[in-house]
Nanobody, 118 residues
Framework: QLQASGGGLVQAGGSLRLSCVGSGSIGSIYAMAWYRQAPGKQREWVAGISTVGTTFYADSVKGRFTVSSVNAKNTVYLQMNGLKAEDTAVYYC??????????????WGQGTQVTVSS
């Protein structure tokens, strides 16, 4: 299971740090990522990190958000700085985990609400 936390209400320009911890029998993690879904919009990819630490960002958050992980603790973080009203959304973490079929399976966290007031 994945448990996301750290969301909240913050003023524009502020910062939040999201955490996502995987518990139970996780297995081998291929990659971790953060997605978000704003009201009335489709879920969109925000940032990702590979098991060797390579990071990737959506253009909309590049330079403001930083994704990091502690693989030994099955934990991924999203440091969000310079928050804007358009960052308001429910944020979800996702782990791509090895399966017996050889293809990775996606596991999702329950989401944490981030609200940025302008």
């Amino acid at each position: 299971q994945l448990q996301a936390s750290g969301g909240g209400l913050v003023q524009a320009g502020g910062s939040l740090r999201l955490s996502c911890v995987g518990s139970g029998s996780i297995g081998s993690i291929y990659a971790m990522a953060w997605y978000r879904q704003a009201p009335g919009k489709q879920r969109e990819w925000v940032a990702g990190i590979s098991t060797v630490g390579t990071t990737f960002y959506a253009d909309s958050v590049k330079g403001r958000f930083t994704v990091s992980s502690v693989n030994a603790k099955n934990t991924v973080y999203l440091q969000m700085n310079g928050l804007k009203a358009e960052d308001t959304a429910v944020y979800y973490c996702k782990f791509d985990i090895a399966s017996s079929s050889g293809r990775p399976v996606a596991y999702w966290g329950q989401g944490t609400q981030v609200t940025v007031s302008s």
